[in-house]
Every structure is written in C-alpha cells, then in structure tokens.
C-alpha cells in the first residue's frame, strides 16, 4: 500500500518562507513523479511545481522563481521550498505521487500567508 504524507505548512506572514515535506512510502517504482498542487480557496486545484525521478522539474508560471522543488529518490521524499510568499498563496498544498499510470496523494497541508 502506497502512502504520501505532506508536512511543513503553517502560518508565516508575507515575504517569509516555509519548506514542505512529502513522505511517500511502500512499493514504488522508481520511475515516478512527485508533484505539488494546491487548492486556493474557490479554485479548482493547480499545479505548483513537479520533479522526476530522473531530475526533470516543471513550475508553474505563477511561481515566478519564488518556489524550489527538490527531492531524495532514496527515500522518495520531495520538497518545496517556498520563498517571498504572497497572500495569494495560501490555500492547501497536496503532494501527488505517480508512476506505473497510478497516482497516490497526500491529505494536504495548509499554508496560509499574513498581509
């Protein structure tokens, strides 16, 4: 059975930063992606950023170089690293794991920024 887990969220004001955490454990191929998306209260769900297991990265243009992805394939865990953050950042972070045409995700974490 395939878990991810999100941590790191929490409340900082604008211009901080917070780095989250996604923990995805049992039998995982090792051909995956891990995606960040979130949910901005009265939006549908967006891709934040994405990362392959061979290293390929992907950000959304909304991101504008604030946010790092980065992962350690040992223990199939991603991060992102979440700079000069904005009000409109906040909403709920899921991590989203794929591979073999199946996705497992996370039960979110949330974010919320201070003006």
């Known amino acids: 059975q395939v878990q991810v887990v999100e941590s790191g969220g929490g409340l900082v004001q604008a211009g901080g930063s917070l780095r989250l955490s996604c923990a995805a454990s049992?039998?995982?191929?090792?051909?995956?992606?891990m995606n960040w998306h979130r949910q901005i209260p009265g939006n549908q769900r967006e891709l934040v950023a994405s990362?392959?297991?061979?290293?390929?990265?992907y950000y959304a243009d909304f991101v504008e170089g604030r946010f790092t992805i980065s992962r350690e394939n040992t223990n199939n865990t991603a991060y992102l690293q979440m700079n000069s953050l904005k009000p409109e950042d906040t909403g709920v972070y899921y991590c989203?794991?794929?591979?073999?045409?199946?996705?497992?995700w996370g039960q979110g974490t949330q974010v919320t920024v201070s003006s």
């Open positions: 989203e794991l794929v591979f073999r045409g199946e996705d497992y």
């Open positions: 990362m392959s297991s061979g290293g390929s990265k």
């Open positions: 049992g039998s995982i191929g090792s051909l995956n992606v």
